[in-house]
C-alpha cells in the first residue's frame, strides 16, 4: 500500500480528513482534482445517501471542489480541538454548520409498487450537495463523546487520523504505517542500534495482534 492510496475505514469525517498524507515529497492532496474526488467518492459512494445520483456515478466539475474542500478544512480545524478537549475555532463550526444549510436532507415520499418508503434527497450542485454530507458527518463526530479518543497515527512521517477499537492500537494501518515501523525497527536490531527494542517503536507483548484486529477498516 503507498501513501497515494485513501485510507479509507475511519469514519466519514475522519477519511475527509486523511484525502491529505504526508508523503516523502510533501503534503499530498488525494482529492484536489475532479478525477481524485470522483475516486474518493467510489469508495465512500455507501454513506453518501442523497447527495449522489442514482447509480453512484459523480459528474464532477471543477466548481464541485471548493465546497468539498472548504468542509474538510473546516473538519480538520474542529477536529483537532475537539479530540483534544479544547474548544473548536468559531470559523470552523459557522463553516461546518453553512455547509449543511446549504443543502439539507428532505426525507421524499415514493411508491415502490407495494409501500411508501422515505428516500434521502438533497437539491442543489453536486458539490454543495457533498458538502452537506460530509459536514453532517462531521457534525456526528464533533458530538460523539468518542471524539475524545480520535489519535495521530504515530509513525514520525505519517498525519492520518484515526478512531481506535483497540486501546492499544497505535498505526493507522498495520499494512502501511505498522509493516514500516516493523521493518525499521528489525534494521536497527541487525545494525545492533536497537538490542533491547526498548525505543519508541517496541511493543508490548501482544500489542502487534491488537493492530491487526483493530486495524484500519471499520464498519
Not at 471543477?62 to 480541538?81: F, M, W, Y
Not at 409498487?113 to 453532517?136: F, I, N, S
Not at 462531521?138 to 479518543?149: I, K
Amino acid at each position: 500500500m503507498t501513501d497515494l492510496v485513501p485510507l479509507t475505514g475511519e469514519p466519514l469525517a475522519l477519511d475527509l480528513v486523511n484525502t491529505r498524507p504526508r508523503t516523502p515529497d510533501g503534503q499530498a492532496d488525494l482529492i484536489a482534482t475532479a478525477e481524485g474526488l470522483r475516486a474518493w467518492l467510489g469508495l465512500q459512494a455507501d454513506r453518501l445517501a442523497g447527495a449522489l445520483p442514482e447509480g453512484g456515478q459523480a459528474r464532477l466539475t471543477g466548481d464541485d471542489l471548493s465546497p468539498v474542500h472548504e468542509v474538510r478544512e473546516h473538519a480538520a480545524a474542529a477536529i483537532d480541538q475537539v479530540r483534544r478537549g479544547l474548544r473548536p475555532p468559531v470559523d470552523a463550526l459557522r463553516g461546518l454548520n453553512r455547509a449543511q444549510r446549504a443543502a439539507p436532507a428532505v426525507r421524499e415520499l415514493v411508491w415502490d409498487g407495494a409501500a411508501v418508503t422515505a428516500v434521502p434527497h438533497r437539491e442543489g450542485p453536486l458539490g454543495v450537495r457533498l458538502a452537506a454530507v460530509l459536514a453532517e458527518a462531521v457534525a456526528g463526530l464533533l458530538t460523539d463523546p468518542a471524539v475524545t479518543t480520535v489519535r495521530k497515527c504515530e509513525a514520525d512521517d505519517c498525519v492520518m487520523l484515526f478512531l481506535p477499537a483497540h486501546p492499544r492500537r497505535r498505526w493507522c494501518s498495520a499494512a502501511r504505517c505498522g509493516n514500516r515501523a516493523r521493518v525499521a525497527r528489525h534494521y536497527r536490531r541487525r545494525r545492533g542500534l536497537d538490542p533491547g527494542s526498548e525505543g519508541p517503536d517496541s511493543q508490548s507483548p501482544g500489542s502487534e495482534g491488537a493492530e491487526l484486529a483493530g486495524g484500519r477498516d471499520r464498519p
